[in-house]
């Protein structure tokens, strides 16, 4: 593959640590806003997709992520958790694209979060400024393009991931937006790879998940919680998408001390 240099020398760029963590994703999250900094992710594992407003990138292992200051970002799974290494860096990022896939910085990554260990808050980052030069200037990077969403299923997708509690289903969701559910249901699988009630199943479910890691609330409170009062039915859709119990579940992670 020939190097992007489409996107041709970048200007010096001075940069200041604000922070840096590794974390683990299971489900979804949300960057707000901050006039401070902007962040740079590294995905190391898992696959998924990034929003901001109703552009849509395809994540997986190896995608850089840049979150602009005045950005509201979503970063979402399809499937096993995200891996990641977050900076929160002081500085200009208006020259780079949202999602890019760098050549062989995995080990350059791992390297840039040991060294961040050091760094205080405020303090120059002159490594990250020497790393990003010579992945943009030198062209080792291949830009990925977003996918344009429509309003519909943007605003489809806004209602399953924040209202899963309440009793949607299809038709509903389709009288809400005035839409035919056929058409939401067919393009909502094109662009997500699966249809929007089985994402609602799972989003019920990764929500389950974490009231039982997090609370001592009953099988059958978590099920009402989550949007499905059917305990019997909570119970059969939970085995199904994690192969044991919700109480096996629970014990499962109090045995490993969380």
């Known amino acids: 593959m020939q190097p992007n240099t489409s996107l041709g020398e970048l200007p010096a760029f001075s940069y200041t640590f604000w922070g840096a963590e590794k974390s683990m994703v299971p489900s979804f999250i949300r960057y707000a806003p901050n006039k401070d900094f902007f962040q740079m992710i590294y995905v190391s594992g898992g696959a998924g997709n990034l929003t901001q407003g109703q552009s849509l990138w395809p994540i997986g292992a190896g995608a850089l992520i840049f979150v602009p200051p005045d950005s509201v970002s979503v970063l979402r799974t399809s499937g096993d958790a995200l891996c990641l290494l977050s900076f929160m860096i002081g500085g200009n990022c208006s020259r780079f694209p949202a999602v890019c896939h760098p050549l062989g910085?995995?080990?350059?990554?791992?390297?840039?979060?040991?060294?961040?260990?050091?760094?205080?808050?405020?303090?120059?980052?002159?490594?990250?400024?020497?790393?990003?030069s010579t992945l943009f200037s030198e062209g080792y990077i291949r830009t990925l393009e977003a996918k344009q969403l429509p309003e519909y299923i943007y605003l489809l997708k806004e209602i399953l991931d924040t209202r899963y509690s309440e009793p949607l289903s299809l038709d509903s969701i389709a009288e809400e937006l005035h839409q035919n559910k056929f058409r939401l249901s067919r393009e909502y699988?094109?662009?997500?790879?699966?249809?929007?009630?089985?994402?609602?199943?799972?989003?019920?479910?990764?929500?389950?998940?974490?009231?039982?890691?997090?609370?001592?609330?009953?099988?059958?409170?978590?099920?009402?919680?989550?949007?499905?009062?059917?305990?019997?039915?909570?119970?059969?859709?939970?085995?199904?998408?994690?192969?044991?119990?919700?109480?096996?579940?629970?014990?499962?992670?109090?045995?490993?001390?969380?």
Not at 114 to 130: I, N
């Open 105 to 132: 910085l995995s080990e350059t990554a791992d390297e840039l979060m040991k060294e961040s260990l050091s760094l205080v808050t405020g303090s120059l980052f002159p490594q990250l400024d020497a790393l990003l």
């Open 189 to 258: 699988k094109q662009y997500y790879g699966i249809p929007p009630i089985e994402f609602l199943l799972r989003r019920r479910i990764q929500e389950a998940c974490l009231q039982l890691r997090e609370t001592g609330l009953t099988v059958t409170a978590i099920g009402e919680k989550v949007g499905i009062s059917n305990i019997s039915y909570f119970i059969k859709v939970f085995r199904r998408q994690k192969g044991c119990s919700p109480l096996n579940y629970r014990k499962r992670f109090q045995k490993m001390g969380f």
